[in-house]
């Protein structure tokens, strides 16, 4: 939770007597963060981050601008409220647009909006529309039914998070907070550079997570990529076991039922690697291919782990989306095939359309098969050990699938790794 960390740090340096002797360096921190924060959306052609970060600009400066040093009556108490409405309802909109970098259609419509909001912030924040009572007392800078836009934000970040697992997410969650805090307890002063400021390092931390995350993280399923699989190679100590785990039929079941369902496939079988036994790590080296490492494990003791993992991808099932158009669709495309391509219906008949025999429209399970080697005499190097559980791998292909291979001439039965397992303890 860096986002959390950082708003915390800021929160706590505000409030303390230290805040006193690093205020003079704010103005430092300020143009410093705002300017890498352009810089890092620009060299990832992020538009969201870029224009995010343009609102919160704008929004301060507005805020200072029209409070004068005075944010309880006049122009600045509007000031703030419409700050506090429109950051949030921003970020919110920024989030549902589509994004398509930092081209002439994608940044126009932004621009646009910007643009429209800063005329009416300035209308609304003439003096003759803005209120010249001052508050009650106890009375909050902050609107109570203006809060609403922050719990609205925090909300749609939230499900956001849920559904791509990407920590920007989280960082606009933490960003909204860090603007409350801005707004409610210091709308104007040395704090309020502090908070605006910590909001968008926060974004800007967020965006180099993320992008951490996509680059050792496999964005379709979320586990790990090929790329920290490789930087786990390089970790190993003398003792370990690499299983190369392949899932059964999957180009035919990706013929059959269509690639969005393989997709499906994926993760669900990801998501069960993800609960191998033995701290073993499950990485996705591509296609339909995943790798497991066991660190100070043996082959034996990886196979018993591993045979436990493979039962319970055979029993797992999973609903298909849209499942009848997609099978509409699908016998259409078959239909199709049969007229234009009528030398292909008997092979095409020979073998099934997917691992499992027993499917159903709608609820589909697939099997897979594990080659499992560790290091030996023969096999000392990772990559070595890597080609002895490929081999291990179509071993078990050959054998039916459905199975675990050891890379060894001698065949290993579970009940027999189970009795050594025994003894040993």
């Known amino acids: ?207 180099i997570e993320t992008s951490y995350v996509l680059a050792y993280h496999d964005e379709l399923t979320g586990i790990r990529g090929r790329r920290a699989f490789n930087e786990a190679l390089l970790s190993l100590d003398q003792q370990y076991a690499i299983a190369i785990v392949d899932i059964d039929h999957f180009k035919k079941f990706n013929d059959t039922y269509g690639h969005d369902v393989g997709d499906q496939v994926l993760c669900m079988v990801a998501k069960r690697l993800l609960q191998v036994g033995g701290d073993g790590q499950a990485f996705r080296c591509g296609g339909e291919e995943f790798a497991i490492v066991f660190r100070s494990t043996s082959a034996k003791e990886a196979f018993e782990h591993l045979d436990s993992l493979r039962e319970i991808i055979e029993k797992s099932t999973f609903h298909v989306r849209g499942s009848e158009r997609r099978a509409e669709r699908n016998a259409e495309t078959r239909s199709d095939r049969r007229a234009s391509e009528p030398d292909r219906r008997k092979s095409a008949k020979k073998k099934p359309a997917s691992a499992s025999p027993n499917q159903s429209p709608d609820r589909l399970s697939v099997t897979v098969s594990i080659g499992v080697a560790e290091p030996s005499t023969r096999y000392r190097q990772p990559e070595q050990v890597i080609q002895a559980a490929d081999q291990a791998l179509y071993r078990a292909k050959n054998k039916g699938r459905n199975r675990v291979e050891l890379a060894s001439t001698a065949p290993l039965r579970l009940a027999e790794g189970r009795r050594a397992k025994a003894s040993r303890l």
């Open 1 to 207: 939770m860096p986002g959390g960390l950082l708003l915390a740090l800021a929160a706590t340096l505000v409030s303390s007597t230290l805040f006193v002797q690093v205020a003079p360096s704010l103005a430092f921190y300020y143009v410093g963060v705002f300017a890498a924060g352009l810089l890092l959306a620009w060299r990832f052609n992020s538009s969201r981050l870029l224009f995010s970060l343009l609102v919160l600009l704008l929004a301060h400066r507005a805020v200072d601008f029209f409070s004068v040093g005075q944010v309880h009556t006049g122009p600045g108490r509007t000031a703030v409220a419409l700050a506090a409405l429109l950051i949030p309802l921003n970020f919110i909109v920024f989030a549902s647009m589509r994004e398509r970098g930092l081209i002439i259609a994608g940044i126009a419509p932004r621009f646009g909006l910007l643009f429209l909001e800063s005329v009416v912030f300035a209308v609304l924040c003439r003096p003759e529309n803005s209120p010249a009572n001052p508050p009650h007392p106890g009375e909050h800078p902050i609107p109570l039914w203006i809060l609403l836009s922050f719990v609205a934000a925090i909300a749609v970040f939230v499900r956001r998070f849920f559904q791509t697992r990407k920590p920007i997410e989280p960082g606009f969650v933490w960003s909204v907070a860090a603007v409350f805090m801005w707004l409610q307890f210091g709308p104007v002063g040395k704090a309020s550079d502090a908070y605006v400021a910590t909001a968008a390092l926060i974004l800007a931390a967020s965006l």
